[in-house]
Every structure is written in C-alpha cells, then in structure tokens.
C-alpha cells in the first residue's frame, strides 16, 4: 500500500518531526511496507473475536488512593529548559 | 417572534474533577491551590520510563456517577492516548478513553420550572414537569495543567499542580431545547456529583466545566443545523447567557440568509458575546489509539455491587419521599433536598424532634422543621457564605427550638430571638436561653389573671369609653398587660382574659 509524500510530511507535522526529501522518500517506502505487513494480517478472519489492547492477559492493576510527595519543588524544576522560581517556561504560545 | 420560528438543539460536554486524595496516575496530591509546580511527580510530569498505575477511587466514583445515571456500564473499559501538542501536557497525549468508555447510554432528569417550562413547545399542552436528558457516555480522563499567557512578555508559565488530576467528562445527547435547559441540566450534574461525594462541583474554581454545542433549526424539521462549539464559561450564569447569546445570533444570521460557521466559539463575559478562536481550521487528529502502559479495567459484578450499595439516596427519590411520607409541599421538598448536607441536617432535626413530641402530628412537625430550615437556616448561611455543617446549632439544638414553638412555649418573635442568641451561645439549650431572658410563654390563667385585673382597675376611664362602645381600645388593654407582665404571656390567654373580665364588668354595670 503506497504512501504518498504528502501523507508522510503530515504526519510528520502531527508529531513536530521535519524530514529532507531523501528522508521523506524513505519514510514514505517503509511505512508502505509496515501497512502492507498488516494489510496480510487482515486476511485472517477474527470476526467474533473482541479487539486485544494490551500484550499481557492481566486487568485491573491498581493503585490506592494514597499520597506520596516523591520529588519536590526543586526536583521538579531541574530538568526544565527554561524555568524561574515557580514555573516552566516555554515559548509563548496562544492557541 | 423569531425564537419560536427556531428550536435551539444543546448537547454539553461537562467535565468534573474527582475529589480523591491523589492523582488518577501518580500519588502526587491533588489539593487546589498549592504554589506552582509542588503537586507534582515524575508520572505527571511525563519523565521518560514512567509508567502510569490508575488509582482505584476513580474507577469506583465513576461508576457511582454511571449508576446513579442510569448508564449500562462496560464489562470491560480501555485507557487511550489523545495525542496534541500543547505545553500544558508534558507527555505530548492526554490519558483518556475513545471506544470503551466505561459509562454509556444513560440519562438524568431535570425538574423543569416556569421558566423551561414556557420555553418548551407552544402548543398549548400541558408540559410534563420533568424532562429526561441523555447521556451518551461518561469516561475517565486526566487534567492538563494551566498555562499563563499574560504574566510574562515574551514566555508562557506553566504550572502542573493539575495535570494528572481525576476527570470524568460527562457527555449529554444533543435533547437540551433552551439556555435555561442546559442551565438546569448543568445544576442537577453538580448536584448529583455533590450527593455522591465524588466532586465539590465549584464552576469558579474549575472543578467542573462545561463546553456547548449548540444549533438552531426551523420549528418541526428534524434535520440538524450546523452547530457551533462554545467554550469558556466558567459560572452557572455564564453558561446560560453564553448560550442564550449564541442562539440569538444564529437565529438573526438565519434570517439574513447568512450561514453558519462550524466553528469553537469563546464566551467573553466581560463583553456579553461569543467570539471565533480564529485557531488555524486544521481539523484536529488526535490519533487515538490503546494506551500500552495501562491494562484493561475489568467490571465484574461483585465490583457494580460494591459500588451500587455504597449509593447515597439520591436527590429526586428524597424529594419524593419527603413529599410523599413527610407531606411537605413540592417547593419546600425541592429546596430542602437541593443540598445533601441541607437534607440530612433537616431529617436530622426532624428525628429529634419526634424523640420529644414521641408523636403527634408528624406532617405538621416537619413543615415546621422545615419552615425553620428554609428560612432562618438558610438565611444565616447565605449571609455568613457557609456550609451547613459549619452552621453553629446543631440540628438536636435546633429541634429543641421547634419543640419549644410547637407547644407554644415560646411565640414565634421570642423564636427568632431566641434563634439569634443560639447562634452565638452555642454550649447552651433554646429552653435555657429562653428562660434566661424570659421568654418562655406563660398560658397559666391564674398567673395572668391578677395582671389583668391590675390592668383594667388602673384604667378605669378607658374601660368605661370602652364599655360606652369604643371597641378599638381592646388593642389598649392587650398593650398594657403584655407591657406590665413580667415575662411572656400567651397573647390568645391574655385577649380570652381581657374579654372575659370586659364582660363581666359591662354586666356588673348593667345591673
């Protein structure tokens, strides 16, 4: 199943990624590939069978409801780009 | 008039904030108003090799919500990433659900006053009060947190003391027919969340938020408008004038012939109208897909009974019953039961007082506990901006005023007097207080009597103009005694008394 160039700069902009047009041809060529992977899955029938979300057989894995300060202020901070006192900073954005 | 050319067609998508301890992913806490960026976690911050685990309560409240609506509730609900760029959502994907929500297909019923009730159809037919809302779903999702454009020239804050927090979004089928409709729709979601002790349901604080769709279409046509998404309307009032306002302007560009954008609207209120986002109209693609760091919720029945027998008895079926077993008038149900806590205050109050009347007239015992309520509760409360349960009479204390009015122990201005002073002596009984100030009404004849014959024989020349045929002095004489008694005495014994010795004195002179 082909993919056309234009899909692929879309869904690189979905994702904030900017490819070189070698990088978009060669994208555009494997995720052909990828879909033509799971259009041979398709032949099998799963009619009646309920859609599977996750690898593992297991459910209900919870936590209690329970406080717990792990990192502070600070911690929280440290990593950030650009922060001050209280906050992150980012760019300015207004939608 | 052109409104009822038009039929508004209203569906809300009303997001409320779980009051659980911490967050839905992450044991951060969850507490509103703490400084900026203290609440917070490696999980909710979206660090790299994190791994989300749902904390149970969410899962618990919002099946309390499914159920207290009506909706069928899946056997099994998956988590879903929604995926945008926006710096209030550090992972890049919001944490919701797509096609399993885990409430589906329910409804609420919204008790319609005068005012919904005149904007509902014009064909002469009686209007059923009630009116059954839809739901199409409710699912569980978490908050972003709050970006600030406006503090700084050049950079956005951010701060994500509420990102990770609890949601569910309520989502209403497109059956509201008026503003005031979906204002009604929206007070009896924050009631039913306050009842179940899932959210506090406070619209200024943003624990619960509500967006609109909203059309118009000609009167008996089936076929939609093309609707119109408002946001930004952050009160009660807010939402019902937004939406009234948005109405009105697709009805006037209808009937210039113009059409109608499909468009997010934002609801100014300083300026009383809805204006355009004017964001790029790239449709939004949030490629939705299974989240894999969160497995599947499995509800079996022994989890909905857990749940279901945890139920509070909920609003309207309380407003029955104090219709219906207590004979209270629909209003005074209505206004009693609007409030869990104001509810239980007031049975609380009335089961009191049954221990000391241990009987009698029980219909008669609740209105009075409820005229109390209504009037002399409800207003300190509203005066101080307090809750019931910070109300300084307890409802024991409380009964023992009704009880003392009931058996006209006191009258009904030395109640009020004697209400007053229990706000502020809180450590004391109305019995004593009303003793203490003397104002336990006195029925007893023979201590009146002696008064009243004081009374009549200092006044003797009044009681002859009024023998003569000047009856309007009767009120002369009530004045005096009340005024030379120490004490209070029952007004009905004292004009029995008046009259009586009146008479007897005419009689005495016409012999």
Same mark, same amino acid.
């Given at each position: 199943?082909?993919?056309?160039?234009?899909?692929?700069?879309?869904? !690189?902009?979905?994702?904030?990624?900017?490819?070189?047009?070698?990088?978009?041809?060669?994208?555009?060529?494997?995720?052909?590939?990828?879909?033509?992977?799971?259009?041979?899955?398709?032949?099998?029938? /799963?009619?009646?069978?309920?859609?599977?979300?996750?690898? +593992?057989?297991?459910?209900?894995?919870?936590?209690?409801?329970?406080?717990?300060?792990?990192?502070?202020?600070?911690?929280? +901070?440290?990593?950030?780009?650009?922060?001050?006192?209280?906050?992150?900073?980012?760019?300015?954005?207004?939608? | 008039?052109?409104?009822?050319?038009?039929?508004?067609?209203?569906?809300?998508?009303?997001?409320?904030?779980?009051?659980?301890?911490?967050?839905?992913?992450?044991?951060? =806490?969850?507490?509103?108003? !703490?400084?900026?960026?203290?609440?917070?976690?490696?999980?909710?911050?979206?660090?790299?090799?994190?791994?989300?685990?749902?904390?149970?309560?969410?899962?618990?409240? /919002?099946?309390?919500?499914?159920?207290?609506?009506?909706?069928?509730?899946?056997?099994?609900?998956?988590?879903?990433?929604?995926?945008?760029?926006?710096?209030?959502?550090?992972?890049?994907?919001?944490?919701?659900?797509?096609?399993?929500?885990?409430?589906?297909?329910?409804?609420?019923?919204?008790?319609?006053?005068?005012?919904?009730?005149?904007?509902?159809?014009?064909?002469?037919?009686?209007?059923?009060?009630?009116?059954?809302?839809?739901?199409?779903?409710?699912?569980?999702?978490?908050?972003?947190?709050?970006?600030?454009?406006?503090?700084?020239?050049?950079?956005?804050?951010?701060?994500?003391?509420?990102?990770?927090?609890?949601?569910?979004?309520?989502?209403?089928?497109?059956?509201?027919?008026?503003?005031?409709?979906?204002?009604?729709?929206?007070?009896?979601?924050?009631? +039913?969340?306050?009842?179940?002790?899932?959210?506090?349901?406070?619209?200024?604080?943003? =624990?619960?938020?509500?967006? !609109?769709?909203?059309?118009?279409?000609?009167?008996?046509?089936?076929?939609?408008?093309?609707?119109?998404?408002?946001?930004?309307?952050? =009160?009660?009032?807010?939402?019902?004038?937004?939406?009234?306002?948005?109405?009105?302007?697709?009805?006037?560009?209808?009937?210039?012939?113009?059409?109608?954008?499909?468009?997010?609207?934002?609801?100014?209120?300083?300026?009383?109208?809805?204006?355009?986002?004017?964001?790029?109209?790239?449709?939004?693609?949030?490629?939705?897909?299974?989240?894999?760091?969160?497995?599947?919720?499995?509800?079996?029945?022994?989890?909905?009974?857990?749940?279901?027998?945890?139920?509070?008895?909920?609003?309207?079926?309380?407003?029955?019953?104090?219709?219906?077993?207590?004979?209270?008038?629909?209003?005074?149900?209505?206004?009693?039961?609007?409030?869990?806590?104001?509810?239980?205050?007031?049975?609380?109050?009335?089961?009191?007082?049954?221990?000391?009347?241990?009987?009698?007239?029980?219909?008669?015992?609740?209105?009075?506990?409820?005229?109390?309520?209504?009037?002399?509760?409800?207003?300190?409360?509203?005066?101080?901006?307090?809750?019931?349960?910070?109300?300084?009479?307890?409802?024991?204390?409380?009964?023992?005023?009704?009880?003392?009015?009931?058996?006209?122990?006191?009258?009904?201005?030395?109640?009020?007097?004697?209400?007053?002073?229990?706000?502020?002596?809180?450590?004391?009984?109305?019995?004593?207080?009303?003793?203490?100030?003397?104002?336990?009404?006195?029925?007893?004849?023979?201590?009146?009597?002696?008064?009243?014959?004081?009374?009549?024989?200092?006044?003797?020349?009044?009681?002859? /103009?009024?023998?003569?045929?000047?009856?309007?002095?009767?009120?002369?004489?009530?004045?005096?005694?009340?005024?030379?008694?120490?004490?209070?005495?029952?007004?009905?014994?004292?004009?029995?008394?008046?009259?009586?010795?009146?008479?007897?004195?005419?009689?005495?002179?016409?012999?």
């Amino acid at each position: 199943m082909a993919i056309s160039r234009d899909e692929v700069r879309h869904i !690189a902009s979905l994702a904030r990624l900017r490819f070189s047009d070698d990088e978009e041809q060669q994208m555009a060529e494997e995720m052909g590939k990828i879909l033509d992977y799971v259009d041979k899955l398709e032949e099998l029938d /799963t009619s009646g069978i309920p859609p599977m979300s996750h690898v +593992l057989d297991i459910h209900n894995v919870f936590r209690e409801d329970e406080v717990e300060q792990r990192i502070d202020h600070e911690d929280a +901070l440290r990593n950030a780009p650009d922060a001050d006192s209280d906050y992150f900073r980012v760019p300015k954005v207004i939608e | 008039m052109l409104h009822e050319k038009y039929e508004p067609v209203i569906g809300l998508e009303v997001h409320v904030q779980l009051q659980t301890d911490a967050k839905i992913f992450s044991p951060d =806490s969850t507490a509103f108003g !703490a400084a900026p960026n203290t609440n917070v976690d490696p999980i909710s911050l979206g660090h790299p090799g994190t791994l989300p685990v749902l904390n149970k309560k969410v899962v618990e409240y /919002t099946l309390r919500m499914g159920l207290a609506t009506h909706c069928s509730i899946a056997s099994r609900a998956v988590f879903a990433r929604k995926h945008y760029f926006y710096p209030d959502l550090p992972k890049g994907y919001q944490i919701s659900q797509f096609d399993t929500p885990i409430c589906h297909d329910g409804y609420v019923e919204i008790l319609l006053d005068d005012e919904a009730v005149d904007t509902v159809g014009g064909d002469g037919q009686p209007q059923e009060p009630t009116k059954r809302i839809g739901l199409t779903r409710i699912h569980m999702e978490e908050d972003a947190g709050k970006s600030m454009h406006d503090r700084d020239p050049h950079d956005t804050l951010v701060d994500y003391n509420r990102c990770g927090v609890p949601l569910i979004e309520i989502v209403s089928e497109p059956d509201l027919r008026s503003a005031h409709e979906a204002y009604l729709y929206l007070q009896k979601i924050r009631q +039913l969340v306050r009842y179940l002790g899932i959210s506090d349901g406070n619209m200024e604080e943003g =624990s619960l938020r509500c967006d !609109a769709n909203v059309s118009v279409r000609p009167r008996g046509r089936r076929q939609l408008g093309t609707k119109t998404e408002v946001k930004n309307m952050n =009160s009660f009032r807010n939402v019902e004038r937004a939406l009234e306002y948005e109405i009105d302007r697709q009805i006037k560009r209808r009937e210039l012939g113009e059409s109608i954008a499909q468009e997010t609207l934002l609801w100014d209120a300083d300026r009383g109208e809805t204006r355009s986002m004017r964001s790029k109209e790239e449709a939004h693609d949030y490629r939705y897909f299974p989240d894999p760091d969160l497995v599947e919720v499995a509800i079996d029945e022994s989890m909905l009974e857990a749940v279901r027998s945890s139920l509070p008895e909920m609003p309207d079926a309380r407003r029955r019953r104090f219709e219906e077993e207590m004979g209270l008038p629909a209003y005074d149900a209505s206004v009693l039961t609007e409030e869990r806590a104001v509810a239980d205050y007031f049975e609380q109050t009335l089961s009191a007082l049954f221990k000391r009347t241990k009987g009698g007239n029980t219909q008669a015992q609740a209105k009075e506990v409820s005229n109390f309520v209504m009037t002399d509760v409800m207003r300190i409360l509203n005066e101080r901006g307090i809750g019931v349960d910070a109300f300084p009479i307890t409802a024991d204390r409380l009964a023992q005023l009704v009880y003392l009015r009931m058996e006209d122990k006191v009258n009904s201005s030395a109640a009020q007097e004697v209400f007053e002073a229990m706000l502020e002596e809180t450590d004391r009984s109305a019995g004593k207080i009303a003793e203490e100030r003397n104002l336990i009404q006195v029925s007893d004849k023979g201590t009146i009597e002696p008064v009243v014959n004081r009374v009549l024989d200092e006044n003797t020349e009044q009681v002859q /103009t009024y023998l003569d045929g000047k009856d309007g002095l009767f009120g002369y004489f009530i004045g005096q005694v009340m005024r030379s008694f120490e004490g209070s005495p029952d007004p009905q014994v004292v004009r029995e008394l008046i009259r009586e010795k009146l008479e007897a004195r005419r009689e005495q002179a016409n012999n």
